[in-house]
Structures are given as C-alpha cells and as structure tokens.
Nanobody, 126 residues
Framework: QVQLVESGGRLVQAGGSLRLSCAPS????????MGWFRQASEKEREFVAA????????YYADSVNGRFTISRDSAKNTVYLQMNSLKPEDTAVYYC???????????????????WGQGTQVTVSS
C-alpha cells in the first residue's frame, strides 16, 4: 500500500511557473511508474504526464507538451511536475498516482493506476 501526498499547488498568474511534488507518506514509489492527472471543475479527470519506473521514459498530453516536465528523484522518493508558461486552462486539481502496470503504453489511462493522492489545487489567473 502506497499513500501519496501532493504539494505545491497555489494561485499563480498566467505565464508563471509552479512545481508540484508527490511523495509517499508510507512506502516507496521507486518501483512504480508514476503519473500526473488533473480534473477541472465539471470536467473529467485527464492525463497530464507519466514517467516510467526507471525515469528513462516520459509521456505528456498534447496540451502540456513542451511546457510541463515530469521527473523523479529516487534518493528523495519524490516525483515532480514542473509547470511553465501556465495558462488559465491549466486550472484544475492535480493528482499524482502510482501505476499498477509496467507497460509504458498503458500509462495514459487512469484505470491503470492503483494508488492516488488527495490532489492539490492549481489556479491560474488571467
């Protein structure tokens, strides 16, 4: 069992940057592929980014590709989402999750994640 805790969300102006962090309150994320998802008000949860368990492969939604960067620090047992050039449409609750699969092509599907954090709110003002 892995309990994930996200942090770093806050109000930021359009064009600004934020770094979200995801760390387990118990256990380790070292053996899991990890993903970030987001859910805006009255919308479905959507894939944002994922990273393989080794950190060697990363995947992004088209809407964030080139602006967001997912990374992991094994020594700190933490996964990050660096978000640059933020837009108002990036406003959402951001969730990190640990995957229950080891095939990278499955990482865009939220159903393939076993453990989820409680989410952190990111609000981008125009």
């Amino acid at each position: 069992q892995v309990q994930l805790v996200e942090s770093g969300g806050r109000l930021v102006q359009a064009g600004g940057s934020l770094r979200l962090s995801c760390a387990p309150s118990g256990g380790t994320v070292g053996s899991y592929a990890m993903g970030w998802f987001r859910q805006a008000s009255e919308k479905e949860r959507e894939f944002v980014a994922a990273i393989s368990w080794s950190g060697g492969n990363t995947y992004y939604a088209d809407s964030v590709n080139g602006r967001f960067t997912i990374s992991r620090d094994s020594a700190k047992n933490t996964v990050y989402l660096q978000m640059n050039s933020l837009k108002p449409e990036d406003t959402a609750v951001y969730y990190c999750a640990a995957a229950s699969v080891y095939r990278d092509y499955l990482l865009r599907n939220s159903q393939n994640y076993a453990y989820w954090g409680q989410g952190t709110q990111v609000t981008v003002s125009s």
